[in-house]
């Protein structure tokens, strides 16, 4: 196996074992919090996170995504490009603090959640600008740890803080506070973060070229929050906060799949940078193009199939409904996940300006397309209209990548299965009985079908490369 691919199946092996059996435990914890949570309780949870989210970008200057790069570019300086991206960090938080007022205000709930979302702004952010360090300086086993002691953490604090102290929505906020500040813990000893924050020198240039590449990213971010997140406020506006709790529990069935996604981009992105200015990087790039969109697809139409069954399971009498959000939740990711793709190549040529424009017109796209299909088509409306704003998002990077890498599929294959996954969404939503499961077993079957040739060669490799071990 070519030295590339080796290294980017170890990165994926590594997110692989960290990150999927996290994932699957959280999502196997739905019961627990529908049960638990009132519609109402999860749709507060839910605002809490979210603009967290909103907000993160926005306060620390989207330092992580600079921390990655510049750490791997420059080996010499990873110790001012730590001490650099935290000071922002704590700036950030001291600058958000003074919006206190404002908040309180805003969101008209219990000032306890207003500390809670502070306190889980700055564990957030540390633990990602630790995250994407250690990744940045080759400690991806490290990485892959404290997504497992995150999870323990988080699953453990759920059952304790849920059920039997009965904290409701502090119990599962302050889970996820709890669990992203092990990981800072963890990754500050593991990686030796003190070290290279007392070593750390002052360079003026360095920061500014960190901030030159950084702050293009705060309104990719922002558009990107629009696309997928604005909707959970129109929803609000719309439906109240028992239907937005009902779509943030939605939400999680996708999970399935942006575990997937999650574990993928997170070793793509290492390879992409790395292997950006080799000769052979068009081909390098296009491969892994198409056979990680024949995953996201394959997934999608699976689960889509599965959506009310999965929702019988999961979910309480109160949240069933959310499933009819879950299809087009689903398409959603997979667009998401492709632009993600086509996303690291901006990233990996220096060119964060680039992406700005696709997810700008993606989050207008988003939130017009909100107002307009929430109102008819209530939870599905959203998710349908986040859809669009991928597939347009999507659209608009593999035409302007073409400028920096040149990604090779075939577009009528490409359309025709993409239109067959709206078909299938569709019809599993407005069909009753056994129409909307007999479309998707049609969809799916016509996917693998069309893929056949890719199934043969990726089957061939597998079984060349367990001979070889």
């Known amino acids: 196996m070519n030295k590339k691919y080796k290294k ?23 019961p627990l919090y529908t049960n638990i949570l009132t519609t109402s309780e999860y749709g507060i949870s839910d605002l809490i996170t979210t603009t967290v989210t909103l907000l993160i970008p926005i306060f620390t200057l989207s330092m992580n995504q600079a921390v990655l790069r510049f750490a791997m570019e420059y080996k010499d300086s990873q110790q001012s490009v730590i001490s650099y991206a935290s000071r922002i960090v704590f700036l950030g938080t001291i600058t958000l603090m003074l919006f206190y007022p404002l908040l309180v205000n805003v969101f008209n709930i219990e000032r306890v959640y207003i500390v809670l979302f502070y306190v889980l702004f700055l564990t957030s952010s540390y633990d ?8 940045g300086i080759d400690k991806t086993f490290q990485v892959g740890i404290s997504g497992f002691l995150k999870t323990a953490v988080t699953v453990g604090l759920n059952i304790v803080m849920l059920i039997v102290l009965k904290l409701s929505v502090v119990g599962y906020i302050l889970s996820t506070v709890f669990a992203h500040l092990a990981s800072v ?8 973060m003190g070290s290279y924050l007392v070593s750390g020198k002052k360079e003026p240039k360095l920061a500014m070229e960190m901030l030159k590449y950084s702050i293009p990213l705060i309104p990719n971010s922002l558009s990107w929050w629009l696309s997928n997140y604005a909707n959970r406020y129109i929803i609000l506006f719309y439906l109240g906060t028992s239907v937005q709790g009902m779509y943030s529990a ?20 290492l390879s992409a940078i790395g292997e950006y200015n ?44 959310a499933w009819k959000a879950v299809p087009f939740l689903l398409i959603s990711v997979v667009f998401g996940a492709m632009s ?24 207008v796209t988003a939130v017009i397309g909100c107002f307009l299909l929430v109102p008819a088509m209530d939870m599905a409306g959203a998710a349908l209209s986040t859809a669009i704003a991928n597939v347009v998002i999507w659209l608009i990077r593999l035409i302007r990548s073409r400028n920096y890498a040149h990604i090779q599929i075939s577009w009528v294959k490409t359309i025709s ?33 069309v893929n056949h040739n890719l199934i043969s060669e990726i089957y061939s490799r597998s079984i ?6």
């Open 8 to 30: 980017l199946f170890s990165n994926t092996t590594i997110f692989f074992v960290s990150e999927f059996a996290s994932k699957i435990l959280v999502f196997l914890l739905l």
């Open 417 to 449: 299965i993409y239109l067959l996954l709206f078909v299938q969404a569709f019809s599993y939503i407005y069909f009753e009985g056994m129409v909307g499961y007999l479309v998707s077993a049609f969809v799916l079957i016509i996917i693998l079908f």
């Open 128 to 135: 990602g600008i630790l995250s994407y360090f250690a990744r």
């Open 340 to 363: 993600g793709h086509v996303g690291t190549i901006f990233a990996a040529s220096m060119r964060t300006q680039a992406m700005f424009v696709s997810t700008l017109i993606g989050g």
């Open 464 to 469: 060349l490369f367990f001979v070889k071990i």
């Open 185 to 192: 813990i963890y990754l500050g000893i593991s990686c030796g």
């Open 250 to 269: 939605a939400s999680k069935i996708p999970a399935l799949l942006t575990t997937v996604q999650s574990i993928f981009i997170n070793a793509w992105q």
């Open 278 to 321: 080799t000769p052979d990087r068009d081909e390098f790039f296009s491969k892994i193009y198409r056979l990680y969109d024949f995953v996201m697809v394959v997934g999608a139409s699976v689960i889509i199939g599965f959506a009310k069954p999965i929702a019988m399971i999961l979910f309480s009498v109160q949240y069933f409904d």
